[in-house]
Every structure is written in structure tokens, then in C-alpha cells.
């Protein structure tokens, strides 16, 4: 579905990415993650279209981007951006509707109940008829996560129809500001996604989130990939202490299937730098 090939980008003089190479198919929910200014927002916004300027090569369903017009990127690709600002104030069906722009048609019968089962899913069809400004950002973040279902949906359902190399969604932090039942939310959505064969692309923070839902997990230090693989090749007290500077645990619960990442300082097996230098004043 997706074959990324020696992607470098440069903003300025400042380089941001550096021979990047991966690929991820059709079904599968993977997390990019990597410390502050890895490249990690970067990195989708070249598969999202964002920066055409990269050198390299990105492939979507055999298609190179650079040569699918941007109609047909919006009916393959949907895209929730880190940092999104509208200020106006639109009710949340609006902005939901925003999302069935691209298909030319306007609120058909279907479009309608597409959006009436993206505003469900995100829990947010009670919030229709508020001005998106009024919400808090977490409620936010579940309305854009509606526009981009709605975007994707082919079917007023989730289980409908199968879009195993036709449809990828690309999510970067999807969870910021939402409360811990919402990140559930918006994480089991892309897992069911995945599930119907849409390729899920998130960057997550989170070590834990990324445990509990990532298929493959692609790491990032300097503008380069560094490690790639299932979150058990990943997290690693290796990796993580080279990608991120900080020593770590990685621990095995007997009611969790994933590993768990602790501070190593917080599981007590000894003082963090920070700690240390405090002590030391």
C-alpha cells in the first residue's frame, strides 16, 4: 500500500530528513514514534502531500505521489494534522461535512448518514449543533477525527466495505487533549479501520498507547530511521536510551499482552539525571 524510498527533506538549510526508506501495508495500524524534532510530523507531511520539494520517492497503492492529483490523494489519503486552527464558528456537522468535499457530490442522502455514523463513532453527535470554537480541545480532536472518518467512509458503517489497498489514514498525535476513555476511543476506531484494511499511520508520544495498538513500529533519531520492527523488536532499553536519552524498564504484566515502558528512575533502579542534578544544588 505504502513504499516510502530514500525520502530527504530539507526546510531552509536545515536538514530534517535523511534517506528515510519504509514500507507498511494494507491493514495494518503503525506508529511512528521518536524524540522532539526527529522527524516525525515531518515524515507524514511528505506521505500527506505536504512538502513536494523532498527528494526520493513515495509510492501509494502503486501510484507515485507526485503524479496523483490531489483529488485523488484526498479520496485515497484522509489527514488529521497535528496542529489544526479554525477559528470561525461553524457547527461541528460542518466541519464533519468537510470531510465528503472531496467526492464533488454535496450532502447526498449517503453523505448525511456518513457523517451522522462519524459524529456517533467519535461520541460527538450531541456536540452537532455547537460552534466548533466553543469546544475544548479534546472535543476537538474527536470532531476532526469524525472529519477524517467521514473522509474515509465508504459506507454509513464501520464494517461495511472492505478498503484493504484503497483508503490510508494518516494521523499525527490523534490523542493530544483527549481524556483517557477518548484516546481509547480514537485509538479502537483506527484498529477497527486497520481491521476493514485501511493502513493506519499515527505518531504517538505515548510508549504505552503505542504498545497496546501498534502492529510495527517505526523509529526515528536525527532524521533517520533507526529501528523498525513489532513493538518487542522496538522498545527496547537499547533503542529507547539512544533515541530519546533516557534509561527505561521494559517490563511484562501478566494481565497486559504488550510490554510496558517504565523511567527506570520511577521503577527505582536508580536516579535520572534530573534527580541527580537537583540533589547536587
Keep these: 500500500m505504502l513504499r516510502v524510498k530514500d525520502i530527504s527533506l530539507t526546510l531552509g538549510k536545515t536538514g530534517i530528513l535523511n534517506k528515510v526508506s519504509l514500507e507498511a501495508g494494507a491493514g495494518e495500524l ?7 524534532g ?6 507524514l507531511k511528505v506521505i500527506a502531500g505536504e512538502y ?5 520517492s513515495v509510492n501509494i497503492a502503486g501510484n507515485e505521489l507526485r503524479n496523483m492529483p490531489v483529488a485523488e490523494q484526498a479520496r485515497t489519503r484522509a489527514v488529521l494534522s497535528q496542529q489544526l486552527s479554525l477559528n470561525q464558528p461553524f457547527p461541528v456537522i460542518d466541519v ?18 456518513i457523517i451522522t455514523c462519524a459524529l456517533k463513532t467519535m461520541q460527538v453527535y450531541n456536540l452537532k449543533d455547537r460552534a466548533y470554537p466553543t469546544l475544548s480541545g479534546g472535543q476537538k480532536q474527536r470532531v476532526q477525527m469524525a472529519r477524517v472518518l467521514a473522509q474515509l467512509l465508504e459506507e454509513p458503517d464501520l464494517y461495511a466495505a472492505n478498503y484493504a489497498g484503497k483508503k490510508m489514514l494518516l494521523l499525527d498525535e490523534p490523542v493530544t487533549g483527549m481524556d483517557i476513555l477518548h484516546q481509547q476511543l480514537a485509538l479502537q476506531l483506527a484498529t477497527t479501520l486497520a481491521a476493514q484494511g485501511v493502513l493506519v499511520i499515527a505518531v504517538l508520544h505515548d510508549f504505552q498507547l503505542a504498545a497496546a495498538y501498534a502492529r510495527r513500529l517505526f523509529l526515528l533519531k536525527d532524521g533517520s530511521l533507526y529501528a523498525t ?3 518487542e ?6 533503542h529507547i536510551k ?3 536519552g533516557v534509561d527505561v524498564a521494559v ?10 515502558v517504565v523511567s527506570a528512575a520511577a521503577a527505582g533502579l536508580f536516579q535520572s539525571p534530573a534527580v541527580m542534578a537537583i540533589n547536587e544544588l
Excluded: W
Excluded at 513536494?52 to 526520493?56: K, P, Q, S
Excluded at 523488536?233 to 537499547?238: A, G, K
Design 30 to 36: 503503525c506508529v511512528i514514534m521518536g524524540a522532539n
Design 38 to 43: 526527529a522527524g516525525k510530523s515531518s515524515l
Design 52 to 56: 513536494a520539494h523532498y527528494r526520493g
Design 96 to 113: 464533519v461535512s468537510m470531510g465528503r468535499f472531496v467526492y464533488g457530490s454535496y450532502l447526498s442522502v449517503p453523505d448525511k448518514e
Design 229 to 231: 520492527g513489532s513493538v
Design 233 to 238: 523488536e522496538v522498545f527496547t532499553p537499547q
Design 242 to 244: 539512544h533515541c530519546f
Design 251 to 260: 517490563l511484562q504484566h501478566p494481565h497486559c499482552n504488550y510490554p510496558l
